[in-house]
């Protein structure tokens, strides 16, 4: 599984970094970044949470 956020749509809130650490950190633009490539298995469940809960809509998952 991998994440990506759309730059554009993030308000820069940082509900995914804490709900997901080990994969969303806040970049210097005050905005989210992944900051892995895959999502480790053990994170799966909190990133989807992260994406489920992020106001925007700017964190997409995909498969793969």
């Avoid at 993030?10 to 080990?22: D, H, K, N, Y």
Wanted: contains cysteine.
């Amino acid at each position: 599984m991998r994440a990506r956020v759309e730059k554009p749509a993030c308000a820069g809130c940082g509900v995914c970094v804490e709900m997901c650490p080990a994969v969303f950190e806040m970049g210097a633009d005050d905005t989210a970044e992944v900051k892995v490539d895959v999502v480790p298995t053990e994170a799966e469940a909190t990133c989807r949470d992260a994406a489920d809960q992020c106001p925007t809509s700017a964190i997409v998952i995909m498969q793969g």
